[in-house]
């Protein structure tokens, strides 16, 4: 019998209730930021801009940090306007996931802040 099992890496977010919802992905569906991602799997995650300056899309990670691409300029910027620490928050429309077998990216969303202006 030739089957194929599919390698894969997983995103699993935290719910507000608690609960958790596991989403696998394989290499070919790693294309563009995260928010993408997860809305072509129809899992909503709150948005704004989608260009990395209005921190709607911030979400914690617990896990898999060393699977997604570092941040560019702008959204270290809104991470610092957040006062966030970008090793354990990152927004959504900005990351980009890097393929690595059988990792667990575990995200939640992250609590509101106010922007602070510069
Ligand atoms: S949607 Fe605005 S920073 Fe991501």
Known sequence: M???IEKTMSVVMRQKDGSKKELKLIKEELEGPLLEILEKKKIKH???CRSGTCG???ME???GQEALSPPRLSEEDTLKRCEDDPNRVRLC???ELWWNEGMIVEIAEAPEVK???E
């Open 115 to 117: 922007l602070k202006d």
């Open 93 to 95: 429309c900005q990351v």
């Open 46 to 48: 709150p948005f704004g």
């Open 2 to 4: 030739n089957q194929r």
């Open 61 to 63: 990670i617990f896990t």
């Open 56 to 58: 709607v899309c911030r």
